[in-house]
């Protein structure tokens, strides 16, 4: 409730939508670097997202401490989100946020599920599917480019990565029939996503393109159609949906959104 209000108020000026979802994922070892708090195993996951005003960079990181109100005097204590946050984290869980000016704000709240549910999944985690498919890799951030290589590399896969878009479009333009995937994140600087995807489908319409995403409000089924993406992947993205979801895609056998 507190998390559904937050979202109201950040929507109260200009309206908009608030989603809710629950997912069952399983963290592996090989999500550690993104989730260094949780144990492996199974996770109930709880998404809350809104497309409201957003929260400043400078105050994402301050969000969870105790009396830091993110709304206006007289609407809040300062509190709420402390006490989600201590309350998940007593659970053993843990909270993931995405936010952007403008644009909206994400909260996924990870939760373990039952030992036995637990247990059951992580004994499937050496059937993950594998290939050997050259995948063009593209993010901002080193740190996921590291992590991205590490673990497409650990399925097999032959990768290259791009820290931009453009240098991605120009490594792509310079071989086309290189590439057998492109994996890219929707958020970066100077291009998004989606941009750079219609560029590098102008160049070659059958390459498959999959977008990782923390906002599902910034790209719809419509869009994703019309430009011909093959699969969005909702951030932080759980390993084994990344290699299940490389491998439909690969075969041609799915769209998700």
């Known amino acids: 409730m507190n998390q559904c209000t937050n979202a109201y108020h950040a929507m109260k000026t200009t309206g908009g939508m608030l989603n809710v979802s629950l997912t069952t994922v399983t963290i ?14 199974s996770y109930l996951k709880l998404s809350i997202a809104d497309n409201g005003c957003g929260i400043p960079p400078d105050m994402i990181n301050r969000i969870f401490d105790p009396y830091f109100p993110t709304k206006p005097i007289g609407e809040g204590t300062g509190l709420g989100l402390s006490t989600v946050h201590g309350i998940v984290k007593n659970h053993g869980g843990n909270i993931k946020v995405y936010s952007e000016l403008g644009i909206g704000t994400t909260f996924h709240v990870f939760l373990p599920a039952a030992d036995k549910v637990a247990e059951t999944a992580t004994g499937q985690a050496g059937q993950l599917p594998t290939g050997s498919e050259y995948i063009l890799f593209v993010d901002d ?27 991605a479009i120009e490594a792509f333009r310079a071989d086309p029939q290189k590439y057998d995937l492109v ?4 958020t970066m600087p100077k291009m998004t ?50 290699a299940h979801t490389i491998r439909k895609v690969l075969q041609g056998t799915f769209y998700v959104i």
Do not use: H, W
């Open 28 to 41: 592996q070892d090989q999500d550690a670097q993104s989730y260094p708090e949780m144990n492996p195993g």
């Open 141 to 167: 951030e080193k740190t996921l480019i590291d992590l991205g290589r590490d673990l497409l590399e650990r399925l097999g896969y032959r990768v290259e990565t791009r820290a931009s878009p453009l240098d």
């Open 183 to 186: 994996i890219s994140d929707m």
């Open 193 to 242: 996503g989606d941009v750079m995807a219609r560029e590098i489908k102008a160049i070659r319409p059958d390459i498959p393109i999959i977008l990782c995403s923390g906002f599902s409000e910034r790209i719809n089924a419509q869009t994703t159609k019309a430009i011909g993406i093959s699969a969005v992947l909702m951030k932080p993205v759980i390993y084994a949906d990344l």
